[in-house]
T-cell receptor, first 113, second 112 residues
Framework: SQELEQSPQSLIVQEGKNLTINCTSS?????LYWYKQKYGEGLIFLMM?????EEKSHEKITAKLDEKKQQSSLHITASQPSHAGIYLC?????????????FGKGTLLTVNP | DAGVTQSPTHLIKTRGQQVTLRCSPK?????VSWYQQALGQGPQFIFQ???????QRGNFPDRFSGHQFPNYSSELNVNALLLGDSALYLC???????????FGSGTRLTVV
């Protein structure tokens, strides 16, 4: 089974609507990273969360880390077509000593104008 | 400020051939990591290079090898290509042990 599960797998929303993407880990998280990817392209770093209860915002995107549930959520307010893409969460399971991130499969977001 | 540069952007190889992919890290970064992303999947860690040595390796066979040069640029080599090696290969750079990578746009490898 997957160590890091993302839900939903895909999401279609109307422009202006709010949405939430979840990332749940089966192991203890030391850090959780959110990236955005345009189809077939590289990943763009969005946010990093390291402490339980931590919440960060950038423009209309807010990410939270729930230490108890080992889960992170990414919330987009008043979505725009520019928000469309694949959102990936990446987990640090070692506090940095393994030098790698373990990624989920991604959530494909479509925003209809 | 140039980000991470990867070359080539696309290539097609025949089963059994060998391929070399190249990566120049972001200015100021000294660590290069390589990831393989199959269609519809998240990126999977191949290995990381720091100070010209492989510091960590993921669950990939020895057919996958790499190198880091004194200027921090890196190469990924794959020998005896299999159809299953078809994927987007992503190079990510960082400073030291930081995991907030800067990713390149990737090299799309198709093995036929």
């Amino acid at each position: 089974s997957q160590e890091l599960e993302q839900s939903p797998q895909s999401l279609i929303v109307q422009e202006g609507k709010n949405l939430t993407i979840n990332c749940t880990s089966s192991k203890t998280l030391y850090g959780l990273y959110w990236y955005k990817q345009k189809y077939g392209e590289g990943l763009i770093f969005l946010m990093m969360l390291q402490k339980g209860g931590e919440e960060k915002s950038h423009e209309k995107i807010t990410a939270k880390l729930d230490e108890k549930k080992q889960q992170s959520s990414l919330h987009i307010t008043a979505s725009q077509p520019s928000h469309a893409g694949i959102y990936l969460c990446g987990a640090d399971y070692s506090g940095g000593s393994n030098y790698k991130l373990t990624f989920g499969k991604g959530t494909l977001l479509t925003v209809n104008p | 400020d140039a980000g991470v540069t990867q070359s080539p952007t696309h290539l097609i190889k025949t089963r059994g051939q060998q391929v070399t992919l190249r990566c120049s890290p972001k200015s100021g970064h000294d660590t290069v990591s390589w990831y393989q992303q199959a269609l519809g999947q998240g990126p999977q860690f191949i290995f990381q290079y720091y100070e010209e040595e492989e510091r960590q390796r993921g669950n990939f066979p020895d057919r996958f090898s790499g190198h880091q040069f004194p200027n921090y640029s890196s190469e990924l080599n794959v020998n005896a290509l299999l159809l299953g090696d078809s994927a987007l290969y992503l190079c990510a750079s960082s400073w030291g042990t930081a995991l907030g990578y800067t990713f390149g746009s990737g090299t799309r490898l198709t093995v036929v």
